[in-house]
């Protein structure tokens, strides 16, 4: 499995805002607070939008649909928005915990994490290395205003370089006007607790300042194995000033997280053994959550024994030893500011420190390799006595994850004008600089396998020279410019409304990699002082190292028409034009060959996106149903590159994708709702990849770990003071490759998995209870989650490869055993 790093990029707060012009009040949907703005979009707390069982599809041109607190507040308290947005629509997200701490897999219409922009108050989640979403660490719950997600496509000044295609937009809370008080305590199956606190002001002084805080803490097991721990801390809190009564306000709000994970439930799928049990973890897809757990026996290392070439220790080397910890701090502003009647001015500045870091162990040497010290050749030596038995003859094993450190700014600003009463024009300016450092230090481990240090960046083990020895050191630079206009009008008695507008984005990459480039799949050497040049001299076909500079730019034109039918629904029409620019980290293959050669060469993706829908939002009966098609051009991947001859990071070439979105919310009285919503997609790969040994044949099939159909259903019920939901979710089969065959055992007919996964069924409970007849506030209550009721095994996310070919030396897709049965009772105490 791809080591883990976590990320949270730095967010802008959006705020609340009520405006007249242009009439197009809808839900908050837009990401920034000058697309909030520009919009006019309505939005007072979360728990107003309209809509039923806590979904509503606002009245845009986008393929599009929010939860709002209705909704979120009914499932597991701190779990991942991202689990919850499984159930709209287009969406497919498998979570690898119960409890939303360990990530999970998410796709929407076929496009993965890197290809979707994740918004927390306008400001981009994806890692600015690898685009990739941590589901784990976004914020608590209880500080989720609404998630809105765009199906298909982008605002107009999206500060993304990675989004193709879909959004998701998290609005952070807003303090409110009144006093509250909160509390709530939570306690479930696989020792998990919970405790969290929040406290809103109101408004205070003359100027009616606002502010709020809130903090939670929470552990559980891994339900997997008798080792994983999972342990989570968060605080928020942000302070907003109104500026008078038009609207205008200042606002500035932080987040810290703090994660430490051990990696847990991840099998290689293959239904044959790979590998003898060693008794150090799962050695295949098991058949059964029962055959899945796996129960430690308490490890020791020997001693070491001196004058003795000693062999290194396996302690601390199975899978689930290994530690996910992360620190993020993040700081966001907002501001809005009348400047002239119909003249206004948004910015959105903010700011994030990440430090995170991923991985196993690894075995080093005491001793040196050809008198160097350091990461030589994909072995480690460090010329030093690492066990304390006064020799440097042995090998020790050693904790070696790779290490992430972000540091980012970024701005989004916008200037709005409206021309007349239902014209109006915008013109919006982001700009982002992200400054990561890669690199993979040593630290030690304890006689029991569990590190000495969790992060060994904070003392690194050196050679004998005094040189840090790790297995990577690189430092890059991502920058974003990006100007964007958007013009947006209402004619025919504001029946129809249209909306068109570019985005220009301008990125530039500046990567250093400090360490030796030894091989055509991107190895390094990382060898310094000394030994560096007695490592060149041994190597002449290692690449020094060296600094390169890319840059992408490109005009990307959008559409939205809506056209409302009376006492009908409204149909809409949505055209946009995507990109995604090839991954920072990924880029540093390309220096092994030759700056501006092929082998190095890499374009950015980029898609043609079609929305054509009906919807209906008033009622009892609300509605949206969307025809929609992808056209992907110069996709990207990881296949076998001819000039390069080996597989790197490159163009793949054409996909279309098309298919049907649709869900229908029903209240059939006031004390019943319903709602259903189901997808169909069909993709096809145009063009066969390369392989070393020809073509493989991928044309005209259909991509790999994509859902084909998603189905499912909440049905909830008000009878105060109880209330009760049952939510499920049937997700189709999914192929394991681009071939679209079974997976065989290397080399042979033997079929180790199937083409295609099973579908699966989820079933969620909700139960809650107010407390209000025994004397507390009306707000208080007891609520129960059950998560897969009937407890389902099945096959979690995993990522699409072209490759069918599994082997027992490791070359195999990896999947996440799915989350199992789990129930949490919480109690909330409020004022």
Same mark, same amino acid.
């Given at each position: 499995m791809t080591e883990q790093k976590y990320r949270l990029a730095a967010h802008a707060s959006a705020t609340v805002l009520a405006l007249a012009s242009l009439g197009l009040a809808a839900p908050a949907l837009a990401q920034s607070t000058g697309s909030m703005d520009f919009g006019n979009q309505i939005v007072v707390t979360g728990t107003a939008q309209k809509g039923i069982v806590g979904v509503a599809n606002p009245d845009t041109s986008k393929a599009s649909a929010i939860l709002s607190q209705a909704w979120i507040e009914r499932q597991t308290p701190g779990q991942s928005i991202n689990d919850m947005i499984n159930y709209l629509p287009g969406v497919s997200f498998q979570n690898n915990d119960p409890y939303?701490?360990?990530?999970?897999?998410?796709?929407?219409?076929?496009?993965?994490?890197?290809?979707?922009?994740?918004?927390?108050?306008?400001?981009?989640?994806?890692?600015?290395?690898?685009?990739?979403?941590?589901?784990?660490?976004?914020?608590?719950?209880?500080?989720?205003?609404?998630?809105?997600?765009?199906?298909?496509?982008?605002?107009?000044?999206?500060?993304?370089?990675?989004?193709?295609?879909?959004?998701?937009?998290?609005?952070?809370?807003?303090?409110?006007?009144?006093?509250?008080?909160?509390?709530?305590?939570?306690? *479930?199956?696989?020792?998990? !607790? &919970? $405790?969290?606190?929040?406290?809103?002001?109101?408004?205070? @002084?003359? /100027?009616?300042?606002? %502010?709020?805080?809130?903090?939670?803490?929470?552990?559980?097991?891994?339900?997997?194995?008798?080792?994983?721990?999972?342990?989570?801390?968060?605080?928020?809190?942000?302070?907003?000033?109104?500026?008078?009564?038009?609207?205008?306000?200042?606002?500035?709000?932080?987040?810290?997280?703090?994660?430490?994970?051990?990696?847990?439930?991840?099998?290689?799928?293959?239904?044959?053994?790979?590998?003898?049990?060693?008794?150090?973890?799962?050695?295949?897809?098991?058949?059964?959550?029962?055959?899945?757990?796996?129960?430690?026996?308490?490890?020791?290392?020997?001693?070491?024994?001196?004058?003795?070439?000693?062999?290194?220790?396996?302690? *601390?080397?199975?899978?689930? !030893? &290994? $530690?996910?910890?992360?620190?993020?701090?993040?700081?966001? @502003?907002? /501001?809005?500011?009348? %400047?002239?009647?119909?003249?206004?001015?948004?910015?959105?500045?903010?700011?994030?420190?990440?430090?995170?870091?991923?991985?196993?162990?690894?075995?080093?040497?005491?001793?040196?390799?050809?008198?160097?010290?350091?990461?030589?050749?994909?072995?480690?030596?460090?010329?030093?006595?690492?066990?304390?038995?006064?020799?440097?003859?042995?090998?020790?094993?050693?904790?070696?994850?790779?290490?992430?450190?972000?540091?980012?700014?970024?701005?989004?600003?916008?200037?709005?004008?409206?021309?007349?009463?239902?014209?109006?024009?915008?013109?919006?300016?982001?700009?982002?600089?992200?400054?990561?450092?890669?690199?993979?230090?040593?630290?030690?481990?304890?006689?029991?396998?569990?590190?000495?240090?969790?992060?060994?960046?904070?003392?690194?083990?050196?050679?004998?020279?005094?040189?840090?020895?790790?297995?990577?050191?690189?430092?890059?630079?991502?920058?974003?410019?990006?100007?964007?206009?958007e013009y947006r009008g209402s004619f025919m008695g504001n029946r129809l409304k249209v909306n068109a507008g570019l985005r220009a984005p301008f990125m530039h990459r500046d990567l250093t990699n400090d360490c030796f480039t030894r091989s055509s799949s991107g190895g390094v050497s990382c060898v310094f002082g000394a030994s560096a040049a007695t490592y060149a001299a041994a190597n002449p076909s290692a690449v020094s190292p060296q600094r390169r500079t890319y840059n992408y730019n490109a005009v990307l034109p959008s559409l939205g028409v809506t056209y409302d039918l009376p006492s009908a629904g409204q149909i809409f029409f949505n055209y946009s034009k995507g990109m995604s620019v090839p991954q920072t980290t990924s880029l540093y293959q390309s220096f092994y060959f030759a700056n501006g050669s092929n082998a190095g060469l890499v374009d950015p993706e980029k898609t043609d996106n079609f929305d054509l829908g009906f919807r209906r939002t008033s009622g009892p009966l609300q509605a949206q149903a969307d025809l929609w098609y992808t056209h992907f051009t110069n996709r990207l991947g990881t296949a076998y590159q001819p000039d390069a001859n080996t597989a790197i990071y490159t163009n793949l070439g054409t996909v279309d994708r098309y298919g049907i979105d649709a869900n229908v919310s029903y209240r059939f009285t006031s004390h019943v709702s319903g709602y259903v919503f189901g997808s169909w997609l069909h993709s096809r790969i145009k063009d066969n990849v390369d392989s070393p040994t020809g073509e493989l044949a991928t044309a005209g099939k259909f991509e790999s770990a994509v859902p084909i159909t998603t189905v499912g259903a909440r049905l909830a019920g008000n009878f105060q003071p109880f209330t009760l939901g049952v939510q499920v979710k049937r997700t189709g089969p999914r192929y394991v490759n681009d071939q679209n065959t079974p997976y065989y055992l290397a080399g042979t007919t033997t079929v180790a998995y199937g083409a295609k996964t099973p579908s699966y069924t989820l079933v969620d409970l909700d139960a809650r209870v107010a407390l209000g007849a025994v004397g507390l506030n009306d707000r208080s209550y007891l609520q129960l989650n059950v998560t897969n009721l009937f407890n389902q095994y099945y096959a979690g996310g995993f990522s699409g490869t072209f490759n069918n070919q599994v082997s027992y030396t490791g070359s195999y897709t990896n999947v996440q055993i799915g989350a199992p049965r789990a129930a949490i009772a919480t109690l909330v105490l409020a004022y």
């Open positions: 939303g701490g360990s990530g999970g897999t998410l796709m929407i219409r076929g496009f993965d994490a890197t290809r979707i922009s994740e918004t927390i108050d306008g400001v981009t989640l994806n890692d600015d290395g690898n685009y990739a979403l941590y589901s784990g660490e976004l914020l608590d719950s209880e500080v989720i205003d609404q998630v809105a997600v765009n199906f298909g496509t982008t605002d107009v000044d999206s500060p993304t370089s990675s989004a193709s295609g879909s959004t998701i937009n998290i609005r952070s809370h807003k303090p409110t006007e009144d006093f509250h008080l909160k509390a709530s305590g939570a306690m *479930g199956t696989d020792n998990y !607790y &919970r $405790v969290m606190g929040m406290v809103d002001s109101g408004a205070i @002084g003359p /100027a009616g300042t606002r %502010l709020y805080g809130e903090y939670s803490h929470s552990h559980n097991d891994s339900p997997f194995n008798n080792y994983g721990k999972v342990r989570r801390e968060q605080a928020n809190g942000g302070i907003y000033q109104p500026l008078g009564a038009n609207g205008d306000f200042l606002s500035l709000t932080g987040t810290y997280v703090g994660t430490e994970n051990n990696f847990s439930g991840s099998v290689p799928l293959s239904n044959v053994p790979l590998t003898a049990d060693t008794g150090v973890g799962f050695t295949y897809f098991p058949t059964s959550f029962k055959n899945g757990y796996y129960h430690y026996a308490p490890c020791t290392t020997a001693a070491a024994n001196a004058g003795t070439a000693d062999n290194a220790n396996t302690c *601390g080397s199975a899978y689930d !030893y &290994r $530690v996910n910890p992360a620190q993020l701090l993040n700081l966001r @502003g907002s /501001a809005r500011l009348t %400047l002239a009647p119909g003249l206004v001015w948004t910015i959105d500045p903010s700011y994030q420190s990440t430090k995170a870091n991923g991985g196993g162990t690894v075995v080093a040497s005491e001793g040196t390799s050809a008198g160097m010290t350091g990461y030589v050749n994909g072995s480690y030596y460090l010329g030093e006595d690492l066990n304390g038995d006064g020799d440097t003859l042995d090998k020790v094993r050693l904790l070696a994850p790779s290490q992430t450190t972000t540091h980012r700014i970024a701005l989004t600003t916008s200037m709005r004008y409206d021309i007349d009463s239902r014209q109006a024009v915008r013109i919006a300016y982001a700009f982002a600089r992200s400054v990561i450092s890669q690199t993979g230090e040593l630290g030690m481990l304890n006689s029991d396998g569990s590190p000495v240090l969790i992060s060994p960046v904070n003392d690194p083990l050196t050679d004998g020279a005094g040189n840090v020895v790790e297995k990577r050191d690189t430092r890059s630079i991502a920058l974003l410019n990006q100007v964007s206009a």
